[in-house]
Structures are given as C-alpha cells and as structure tokens.
C-alpha cells in the first residue's frame, strides 16, 4: 500500500498522519508533502508526537511537485479550515480522500493553550487514520 498525504506547509498535519500510519502499519509506504513547502517540521508537532511515542525529529517537508513522477494507491488530503485550498495530486493516483483536520499552527493563545490545540488536532488525526486504515487494511 502506498499513500500520500497532503497539506499545504507539510509541517504539521500531513507529519503527524504519516507519523500514524507507518506506527499502525511499518509495511505501509507512507509520504507525505505539502503545495508551499514549509522550512520544517513544527517544534510542537514533534514535542506532541513525541508525547505519544512517535518520533518525527527526522522529519522534512517535502514538495508535492518532487513526488509527481509517483504512483499511490491513496492521496489523503488534511487541509481543514474553509481558507485553505486543499492540494491537488495530479499524479497516478487510484483513490483520493479527503479527512480534514483544523491547522494547529494557526492556534493562537497561551503557549499552554496553543500546546492544547496541538493535542487535539493531533488525537483528531490518530482517530481519523486509524479509521482509514481499519477500513483498508
């Protein structure tokens, strides 16, 4: 199985669901990118993955344009909020799905409040993915 999940910084959402999948499934190739590439992996992104056990430290964003010569069996959109344009895979796809998620990195507030909303953005993913692979494994 090979999927590709999308997003549009590729620093938060998109990692923390590939994070997911391959801690559900090591035999899964999971990739994920993003349209405008951020310069890294959001701190609280690894802070709250890490939390749980997954390590995403390592992690990159990468751009969708460098994946497009690929074909997957998946093409998993995360984009959440109605002023975001969800990314488009205009690669060899078979099946693509859309499972929204808000963008923590928009979370304002408190740092104990923006960490809040990592967590809940992040348990939002764990169940939404761990939804889709039971339903394709």
């Known amino acids: ?4 999940i999308l997003c549009t910084g590729n620093s938060c959402r998109s990692q923390m669901a590939e994070g997911f999948l391959k801690s559900f499934d090591p035999s ?5 990118a993003g349209t405008k590439a951020a310069a890294r992996v959001h701190p609280l992104a690894v802070q ?17 344009d460098s994946l497009l010569s690929q074909s997957f069996d998946f ?3 995360v984009c959440g909020n109605a002023k ?10 078979k099946h693509r799905i859309h499972i929204g998620f808000d ?18 953005i992040r348990d939002e993913i764990k169940k939404g993915f761990h939804d889709f692979y039971l339903g394709n494994r």
């Open 1 to 4: 199985m090979r999927i590709l």
């Open 28 to 32: 899964w190739e999971v990739l994920s």
């Open 48 to 64: 709250v993955m890490d939390e749980i056990g997954i390590d995403l430290s390592k992690n990159y964003p990468k751009t969708v």
């Open 75 to 77: 093409v998993i959109t």
């Open 84 to 93: 975001e344009t969800c990314p488009v895979f205009i690669g060899s796809v």
């Open 103 to 120: 963008d923590p990195a928009e979370a304002t507030g408190t740092e104990e409040e923006i960490l809040a909303e990592f967590r809940r």
